[in-house]
């Protein structure tokens, strides 16, 4: 296996097998200003590179000239679509070296085990690539288009937004109900924070006075129809309030039915907070230190300092903040 390499002082590559992967990857090299040797056995694909100023050359990269060829490459990436081809690629390398820095591709869980035990330092596997970019572009999609949803629902509001937590809220509820009013006052939304029962556990209350967090107890207040629309974060109750919810924004499904217009749960989030960090980032807003500090001290509590349940979510929206 490679030691001490430092891939970012990296100039000299081969890239065995150059499809459409091999190819895609061997382009952006060159684009870095990085040294390509490309091995590809098709003559026409090679001639073809070749036109292209790149540095091919024909090879059947399953035989040991291959390895020979790249003898001096710093790092091989071994690309190509045939699997088996692959593993005797990586195979003859680490006959002759076991310093390079050697990328392979697999097609599945299994192959990526044999390709790692025959010496690869990093397996890749296009299929999982492509299918954790979809993914990735659908989430962002779907944030884009709730955002603009909740967006529309909270405008439509003429007099006040109730924001509404847990009973008794806890960090990420208060977090949570603290992001959407300053995603509400963003707008050009008045709001009240709206909590029931007490915040009753004495971290709870240090929480909320050194963040200044402005809470209003559900008995206190006088007139209630000032609130036109009304949004339950980190799961909240309306029996008690009487009224009926338009947003619900949680990573819990909740134990009340609601049919408010707008819904957001995310059981594959591990707080709330998480969930509010996403829309902050997406109304490109800049929020106040506190709201910042609150939405960190809601994940992290969530996820006992990213010990329980934290997900790459919580992560990323840890490190925004």
Same mark, same amino acid.
């Given at each position: 296996?490679?030691?001490?390499?430092?891939?970012?002082?990296?100039?000299?590559?081969?890239?065995?097998?150059?499809?459409?992967?091999?190819?895609?990857?061997?382009? #952006? +090299?060159? %684009?870095? @200003?990085? *040294?390509?040797? /490309?091995?590809?056995?098709?003559?026409?694909?090679?001639?073809? &590179? $070749?036109?292209?100023?790149?540095?091919?050359?024909?090879?059947?990269?399953?035989?040991?000239?291959?390895?020979?060829?790249?003898?001096?490459?710093?790092?091989?990436?071994?690309?190509?679509?045939?699997?088996?081809?692959?593993?005797?690629?990586?195979?003859?390398?680490?006959?002759?070296?076991?310093?390079?820095?050697?990328?392979?591709?697999?097609?599945?869980?299994?192959?990526?085990? #044999? +390709?790692? %035990?025959? @010496?690869? *330092?990093?397996? /890749?596997?296009?299929?999982?690539?492509?299918?954790?970019?979809? &993914? $990735?572009?659908?989430?962002?999609?779907?944030?884009?288009?709730?955002?603009?949803?909740?967006?529309?629902?909270?405008?439509?509001?003429?007099?006040?937004?109730?924001?509404?937590?847990?009973?008794?809220?806890?960090?990420?509820?208060?977090?949570?109900?603290?992001?959407?009013?300053?995603?509400?006052?963003?707008?050009?939304?008045?709001?009240?924070?709206?909590?029931?029962?007490?915040?009753?556990?004495? %971290?709870?209350?240090?929480?909320?006075?050194?963040?200044?967090?402005?809470?209003?107890?559900?008995?206190?207040?006088?007139?209630?129809?000032?609130?036109?629309?009304?949004?339950?974060?980190?799961?909240?109750?309306?029996?008690?309030?009487?009224?009926?919810?338009?947003?619900?924004?949680?990573?819990?499904?909740?134990?009340?039915?609601?049919?408010?217009?707008?819904?957001?749960?995310?059981?594959?989030?591990?707080?709330?907070?998480?969930?509010?960090?996403?829309?902050?980032?997406?109304?490109?807003?800049?929020?106040? %230190?506190?709201?910042?500090?609150?939405?960190?001290?809601?994940?992290?509590?969530?996820?006992?300092?990213?010990?329980?349940?934290?997900?790459?979510?919580?992560?990323?929206?840890?490190?925004?903040?």
């Amino acid at each position: 296996m490679s030691t001490g390499v430092t891939i970012s002082s990296i100039s000299d590559y081969a890239i065995l097998g150059c499809g459409s992967v091999g190819y895609a990857v061997a382009e #952006e +090299l060159v %684009e870095q @200003g990085k *040294d390509v040797l /490309i091995i590809d056995r098709d003559e026409s694909r090679v001639e073809s &590179l $070749r036109d292209q100023d790149l540095d091919a050359r024909t090879a059947d990269i399953k035989e040991p000239e291959a390895a020979d060829l790249v003898a001096d490459r710093d790092v091989v990436l071994i690309l190509a679509s045939d699997v088996e081809s692959n593993k005797q690629a990586v195979e003859h390398i680490r006959e002759i070296d076991d310093t390079q820095f050697v990328v392979a591709r697999a097609s599945d869980p299994v192959s990526g085990d #044999e +390709l790692e %035990e025959l @010496g690869a *330092d990093i397996v /890749i596997n296009p299929s999982s690539v492509i299918a954790e970019s979809a &993914l $990735r572009a659908l989430e962002s999609g779907e944030l884009e288009y709730n955002a603009g949803k909740l967006a529309q629902l909270l405008e439509e509001t003429s007099d006040r937004l109730a924001i509404v937590t847990q009973d008794s809220p806890d960090p990420d509820s208060i977090a949570s109900a603290a992001a959407l009013q300053a995603i509400a006052d963003h707008l050009g939304v008045e709001s009240d924070i709206i909590y029931l029962g007490d915040v009753g556990h004495q %971290e709870n209350r240090a929480f909320v006075n050194l963040l200044g967090i402005d809470l209003v107890q559900w008995g206190e207040i006088e007139d209630y129809s000032v609130y036109d629309t009304v949004s339950l974060v980190d799961h909240a109750t309306s029996d008690e309030m009487d009224l009926s919810v338009d947003v619900l924004i949680d990573h819990h499904e909740p134990e009340s039915e609601f049919e408010p217009e707008f819904v957001d749960i995310r059981p594959n989030m591990s707080s709330t907070s998480t969930i509010m960090t996403k829309y902050i980032q997406e109304f490109d807003m800049n929020v106040s %230190e506190e709201v910042a500090t609150a939405l960190l001290y809601g994940i992290r509590a969530e996820t006992l300092d990213f010990k329980r349940d934290t997900t790459p979510a919580d992560l990323t929206a840890a490190a925004y903040l």
